[in-house]
């Protein structure tokens, strides 16, 4: 090989010292949005009803805002539109707007009634592909709901919009003489207010991390999907990963595009779900149909079956992250395929579990007050925090498949232009969630939730810098910013700037599947424009016979 | 020269492969220089005989996108369609193929000696090539190599990276919080049958294991020591700087080319033996960790209160796996007797009191009237859990209500009341 393309390292050794890199140091400062109280507070017999309301009561005065300056003097025929409170004042052949909760009806969706006939099953039903029935698009039915009762919307503007249960939107149209609400137009909460990047630190005592940090651009890496099963083939592209993590290899300093892919300049990995291969959901539902055949043959054992639980899994995952622990910080959120409680928000992997990482781990809560969160921080799914000062919305991905699944998908076949088409979806319906100010829409009809009696955290408060949703079949990202036209008079560019906010920017990502795609994505602390690098083996002639 | 040494014995004996990790943590070198020890020597010795050493190489760089012009107007007439159809997108979205096109996707790939050249072309540009792996023969299948990555791993275990990793080559943090806390030695009752449960949990790179020992102190002067002095016998004889007792097995073996041929078998003795010292300290650690989901037990310094609550709890434990047991047991019976039992019953209940009378003999008190009896019930309780509890109960078993005393015995899960009441259904029956 000539000596000027020995890249570094294809030369004998030289006797230069290697200087000891050193990684930039991380701001983190999650916030307890989705933590569930713990033991004897948390019960699970309150009636799933109270989020719907919670939601409503929250979402309605936004979205009536926006409505209001929209359609305020809206003029059909000479008929002004009217607000009207509740949609069972609705009355027909006047022209009127209202807001409330949408409720989908669709023929494959899950049915409770289904579920009671088997009421004995102990494990989740496998997910289905869509509820909608693509034969039978008629027998879908959208309603709008509110504390009064139900309205049922219809009207060609409805098809050219997706919703989702659990939506709050204002709708403007007239009920015709089927008793239909017919509509014309519909209103979206929007983005919520968007803080400050470092509002929350700055009260905080981070001052001077917040110096250090703001000076050298960073790196937040984003993986999802490790898919550790234990066999030895699906590790390879994760100890490249791990080299790479830890900066035994990368990319040489020398090149235009090197500095940024510098893996020193990573704060910060968040593992976004789905860590563990094994699928236990499935298997489990699998498992209990034979169950039932084995269950004459042998007396059922409860409990811990070392013969059937495979701790190799977790063991890797352990591994993995105790290896690139000790030198970049980790926040480690569960996905659907984890060891952690299936409904949403699912709680942090225990520690309990990671016996080695779990020295990185926060100490354990004692008392009351609050803590810092550890170098190791096993987070819930969906999870909210600051990460260098910007505020971080992400799911595991299970938000997104289920909102996709309301929408009419030819997802049959997986040619590339449907994959295509799909991973578009996903996005535009994470750009949908943002707009409807809920990150977990179909959360408690198509998701199994937590039933929160006094608060539905899934509403997005404050708006995020960067939404995540994990485990997607491809990379994708886009930014989303305020809709100005949507919210003011086009006139009015002194407005654009809002009473007390800015346009809010949002950079959305999905993030791919790791041990389908190899990638890890990389969102730059300063521009938060979004990299990916790939990890993988090349399959070359060898291979190939 | 130690490294060319180390590798022939290695590579070229004992038919291994080696990464450039692998050598990096057995010489103590930094990754860098393991990789350009590694070039050196497959250069060399294939210079010498050629195919003698195979290696594998990563290559990082910008790889070329995979035919861009069909797919770039593809996606074109997607993005088309998809916009049309779902008109509620804001104007503000932006349209993301100018930004995916320009997108940057660096690719690291490991790739064969043989497929090298193939794997370079598919670059636009390439940042660095470096040599992953040695080995003496042709890789067929690259996945070998996560092996040699996890006997890497087992095999240093015990290093520190907190401590080691400037050496190697690791982007050190300054800013990483690790826990040191000493952790009560396992209680020995409870430590003992455990293990055995535990034994199929696979151990891999126990370095925790020194942490409940409480040696967590001295051990970064140990590491220290340990490292410094490698690297001052790097050139000359190593075996004379092994001072901890404990590490000597691997550092022997790694470093020492001599004692190659016992590492094979001595390996998985290694590895057995510290999986039984990890098997107690996985236990021990889980128990602590269910202790730390109440706050106010989670102080470890309260060892001995700890303990007395363990010893408990275990009581408690096994108390309740006796429980289980029974159920256990009983349960096909259980699910069956409801099916069963109330039909031959409830047929001719107002009847026949006598054949209920015989059931009283069997359970106990034979009174009249009202008798107490112990029943298991099964409840759901607040959170959802399924409780059996024995309680006692008053039952009355006069001729005029025999409903009230048909329920109980349905709803009753266990085995010692349920099968005299087998029994008597055998006798109702032989008697009609």
Redesign the interface.
């Known amino acids: 090989m000539a000596p000027d393309e020995d890249f570094g390292f294809l030369r004998p050794p030289s006797n230069e010292e290697y200087e000891p890199a050193y990684r930039t140091p991380s701001s983190y400062n999650p916030l307890d949005t989705f933590r569930l109280p713990m033991g004897g507070v948390r019960h699970y017999q309150q009636q799933y009803g109270d989020m719907y309301f919670l939601r409503l009561a929250k979402l309605k005065p936004a979205v009536e805002q926006i409505a209001a300056a929209a359609w305020d003097g809206f003029n059909i025929a000479g008929e002004n539109a009217r607000r009207v409170d509740r949609v069972l004042d609705v009355r027909q052949g006047e022209l009127c707007w209202v807001a409330g909760t949408i409720y989908m009806d669709m023929p494959l969706k899950p049915n409770i009634l289904d579920d009671l006939t088997k009421e004995n099953f102990t494990s989740a039903p496998p997910p289905r592909r869509a509820y909608v029935d693509p034969s039978n698009p008629s027998a879908t039915q959208i309603m709008m709901e509110d504390e009064s009762g139900r309205l049922c919307l219809t009207g060609a503007f409805l098809s050219s919009v997706h919703l989702a249960t659990g939506a709050i939107i204002a709708a403007l149209g007239t009920e015709n003489s089927n008793g239909e609400f017919e509509v014309i137009d519909i209103k979206l909460p929007d983005l919520p207010p968007q803080p400050k990047r470092w509002e929350r630190d700055e009260t905080d005592k981070n001052q001077n991390g917040k110096d250090a940090v703001s000076k050298e651009g960073g790196k937040i890496a984003f993986v999802s999907g490790l898919g550790i099963t234990g066999a030895s083939s699906d590790t390879l592209a994760l100890e490249l990963l791990t080299d790479y993590l830890l900066g035994y290899t990368g990319f040489s300093g020398n090149d235009e595009n090197s500095p940024s892919m510098n893996a020193s300049k990573i704060t910060r990995l968040i593992i976004a779900g789905n860590s563990l291969g094994a699928s236990v959901t499935t298997d489990a539902a699998s498992a209990g149909s034979d169950a039932a055949a084995k269950k004459k043959l042998a007396p059922k054992k409860y409990g811990y079956d070392a013969s059937a639980y495979n701790a190799s899994p977790i063991t890797k995952l352990d591994n993995f992250l105790a290896e690139i622990l000790p030198s970049i910080p980790v926040t480690l959120m569960p996905g659907e395929k984890d060891p952690a409680n299936v409904s949403l928000p699912q709680q942090g992997i225990h520690r309990a579990m990671l016996p080695q990482s779990r020295a990185y781990c926060a100490p354990p809560p004692s008392g009351e007050d609050k803590q810092e969160p550890g170098w190791f921080d096993s987070v819930t799914n969906p999870w909210e925090g600051d990460v260098e000062g910007w505020r971080v919305w992400g799911c595991s991905g299970q938000n997104v498949d289920d909102v996709l699944r309301y929408l009419e998908f030819p997802g049959e076949d997986s040619s590339l232009d449907t994959e295509r088409e799909e991973s578009e979806a996903r996005l535009q319906i994470m750009d949908a969630m943002l707009r409807w100010r809920c990150g977990v829409p179909t959360a408690p009809d198509t998701i199994w939730s937590y039933p929160f009696q006094d608060d539905d955290p899934f509403v997005l408060e404050s708006c995020p810098h960067i939404f995540f949703a994990g485990n997607q079949p491809s990379f994708k990202t886009a930014m989303v910013e305020t809709d100005i036209p949507l919210r003011f008079d086009e006139g009015n560019t002194e407005m654009t700037n809002g009473p007390g906010t800015t346009a809010a920017r949002v950079r959305l990502i999905s993030i791919p599947k790791f041990k389908e795609t190899g990638e890890l994505v990389l969102v730059d602390t300063e521009t938060l424009e979004a990299e990916v690098i790939r990890f993988g083996t090349f399959a070359g002639q060898e291979e190939k016979k | 020269m130690d490294s060319k040494m180390y590798l022939a014995e290695q590579v070229l004996n004992e038919q291994r492969t080696i990464t ?2 692998a050598l990096g943590r057995a010489l103590k070198v ?4 393991a ?3 590694l ?2 020597f497959h250069s060399k010795e294939n210079a010498k005989k050629p195919q003698s050493v195979h290696a594998t190489y ?6 070329k996108p995979p035919e861009p012009p069909a ?1 770039n107007g ?2 074109k007439d ?2 088309d ?2 916009m049309q ?10 349209n ?1 193929d100018a ?2 096109d320009s ?10 000696e ?2 090298l050249e ?2 370079k072309a ?1 670059f636009q ?7 992953y792996s040695v080995q003496p023969t ?1 890789l ?4 070998v ?3 040699v ?1 996890r006997e890497v ?1 087992t095999a240093y275990a015990q290093d520190d ?2 401590e080691g ?2 050496d ?14 000493a952790r009560p030695p396992p209680p020995p009752t409870a430590s003992a049958p455990k293990t055995k ?1 535990e034994s ?3 151990a ?5 294991k020194s ?1 409940p020992a409480g040696k967590t102190e001295n051990k970064p002067e140990e590491t220290k020591s340990q490292s410094s002095s490698a690297a001052n016998s790097q050139t000359s004889s190593k075996p004379a700087a092994k001072p901890a007792p404990k590490r000597e097995k691997s550092n022997l073996f790694s470093s020492f080319a001599k004692a190659k041929p016992k590492q094979k078998t001595s390996t998985p003795a290694e590895s057995a033996t510290p999986s039984g010292a990890e098997d107690v ?2 236990d021990d ?2 128990e602590e ?2 202790e ?5 037990s ?2 470890t310094a309260a060892a001995a209160a700890t303990r007395e609550s363990k010893k408990e709890r275990e009581e408690k434990l096994k108390a309740m796996m006796e429980d ?1 047991d029974a159920d ?2 009983e ?2 019976d259980a699910d069956e007797e409801p099916v069963r039992e109330p039909t031959p019953i409830e047929q001719p209940p107002p009847s026949k009191p006598a054949e209920l009378k015989e059931e009283v003999t069997v359970q106990g008190g034979r009174r009249r009237g009202k008798r107490q009896v112990m029943k298991k019930r099964t409840v759901k309780d ?3 859990y399924l409780v059996t509890r024995e309680e006692a109960t008053w039952e009355s078993f006069s001729e005029d209500e025999p409903a009230p005393k048909k329920k109980p015995a349905v709803n009753v899960a266990k085995g010692k009341g349920a099968k005299p009441g087998q029994g008597n259904i055998m006798s109702f029956f032989g008697k009609k």
């Open positions: 450039y990790r930094h990754a860098n220089r990789k350009q020890l070039f050196e990563v290559i990082s760089g910008i790889q797919t593809h996606a997607d993005e369609e998809v159809s779902s008109p509620y997108l804001p104007s503000s979205m932006p993301q930004p995916s997108l940057r996707i660096a690719s690291i790939i490991l790739a064969r043989e497929d193939d794997a598919t540009s390439i940042s660095t090539i470096h040599v042709a067929q299948d690259l996945n190599l996560t092996d990555c791993a990276p907190l990793g400037k190697w080559g690791m982007i050190q943090n300054r800013n990483v919080k690790r826990r040191t806390g449960t199929t949990v696979p891999k790179r126990p370095f925790e942490a300290v996985l650690a889980s960790e269910a730390e989901l109440f706050p106010n989670a102080d289980d256990d047991e349960m096909p607040e959170e959802g």
